[in-house]
């Protein structure tokens, strides 16, 4: 069994995974750590959907009681926060999976821009995996440290890279997402007077996850790629839908696009690419680490509409997923 700890365990996504792991025949959750005015504070009494299922107590995250035997630490936890707990664990020989944006960006001058904090551990952007499966499971499989990808470069992404090299470099982005992937923080924009038949634009070409979509894309494509951002929040508790506006330097029939995007998938078990003409709907994929993918052409121009959930591939299905390829797992365990 894969002892495992999560620091954030009682925020949307540090929730999801308590949810994902105890399900996991190969994964013992050993400690459960959140920034508590209280403790210990038990995760079924903060979920109390997961009653019966597990009872173990949640503490305030100790520097100095990180447990024996853990192999592995999930850190849920805000931007910023991550880069000071991360080599905590790594110098105890405990493989770190982050689902913040503090290991995402390899250039420290481009994150203290977009995230207003200095990066304090550039050493370990050097070691940090970026942990999108469908393309880096090789090098995740020898990582001790995860940069688990954000939610909506992980929808863009993967509608993207099977034609980036086709791509004249410039990409328009509109992503419409839930109210969970602000997280589990008090906003006056997230109250449900405020979203409820409602929908909005927001950070328009100032989203911080622009930056990480244009550094994975050019460097898969060999070039400089420019993302034009636009995310829109809907009343929605999850999901996310994007579309993908894409001009290419060739024509490619139908038939040619579908081949293309299902041989690179061909060994994802979570990329489904629809019939040509057919696009997905977040019904179809919630609660599941599942990427529905559709496409549409009018001469050179490409049209991509992905769906994922936000708090599953997007995050911790996602980094559960990472979690089974650097073990030696099959990449499915626990998450079908």
Sequence with gaps: MINVCIVGATGYTGGELVKILIKHPKVKISSLYAK????????DDEFPSLKGKIHL????????????GAEV??????????????????????????????FRLRDTRVYQNWYHK??????????????????????????????NPGCFPTGTILGVVPVIGNTTGSILVNATTGTSGAGKKASLALLFSECSDNMRPYKVF?????????????A?????????????????????????FMKLNKTI??????KQYRKFYRKSPFVTVLPYGSFPQLKDILKTNNCH??????????????????????????????????FGLPREMGLT
């Design 36 to 43: 508590l005015d209280k403790q210990p504070v038990y995760i």
């Design 57 to 68: 107590p949640c503490y305030n995250f100790n520097p100095a009681k990180i447990p024996a």
């Design 206 to 218: 100032q989203h911080q996850h622009q930056p990480e979509i244009e550094q994975e894309l050019s």
């Design 220 to 244: 898969v494509a060999g070039k400089k790629i420019t993302v034009r951002f636009v995310p829109a929040l809907a009343p929605l508790t999850r999901g996310i839908l994007t579309t993908i």
């Design 253 to 258: 029939t139908p038939s040619n696009i579908i």
């Design 118 to 147: 200095k990066h304090n551990q550039p050493h370990l952007l050097k070691q940090a995996v970026y942990g999108l499966p469908e393309l880096n499971s090789s090098r995740i499989r020898k990582a001790n440290l995860i940069a």
């Design 73 to 102: 630490a999930f850190l849920a936890v805000p931007h910023t926060v991550a880069m000071d707990l991360a080599p905590l664990f790594i110098q105890k020989r405990i493989k770190v999976i982050d689902l913040s944006a503090d």
């Design 293 to 326: 993918i559709g496409l549409k052409m009018a001469g050179k121009d490409l049209v991509v509409v992905t769906a994922i959930d936000n708090l599953q591939k997007g995050a911790a299905g996602q980094a559960v997923e990472n979690m089974n390829i650097m």
